[in-house]
């Protein structure tokens, strides 16, 4: 079986370097890190979206008619004239 061992450095030079591979890495794990936290927060604003657009969604289902209804659909709530006023829903004599 073989033991580790570690290696030390042998001149300051090479430890200056690994400072630097060191430091390095640090920034690259803390850029890392904030990309996962604005990565966070869209995605908790994106739910949210999502939320308000299934109540809004809802909402609207809530107000068709029933299949049953044969009346002409009106999401927008604004009052609606007849296409033609001579028919006004009398009956047929035909």
Known sequence: MTEYTPHVPSDSTESDSIAASLQR?????????????ALH?????LETKIEDAQKRIQHILSRLP?????????LLGEPVTPTNPEDDNEPTTH
């Open 25 to 37: 890495l640090a920034k690259k794990i803390q850029l890392i890190s904030d990309a996962v936290k």
């Open 66 to 74: 029933e299949q049953s209804d044969g009346r002409q659909l009106n």
């Open 41 to 45: 927060q869209d995605r908790s604003q």
